[in-house]
């Protein structure tokens, strides 16, 4: 598992988690659900999926 996002306030964590679990996803959330691992050879396209979906909205700059 690779790190997809850190620094997550908890709505951008919650959101991110349901986008994830729609898409079927696996996920580990740690550091008090401020990090999110996703498999390795998945990060790059789900943070450009996200990014579409326009998140996260703070806190963790990424693919704006």
Sequence with gaps: M???Y???DTTD???I???L???AVPYELR???TQIFVPQDR???LRM???EDGLPTGGSVGYE
């Design 31 to 33: 550091g008090d659900g």
């Design 21 to 23: 679990e729609s898409l």
């Design 43 to 45: 990060v790059l396209r």
């Design 6 to 8: 850190s620094n997550l």
């Design 13 to 15: 964590s919650g959101r």
């Design 49 to 51: 999926a996200m990014a």
């Design 2 to 4: 690779s790190l997809l």
């Design 17 to 19: 988690v349901a986008k």
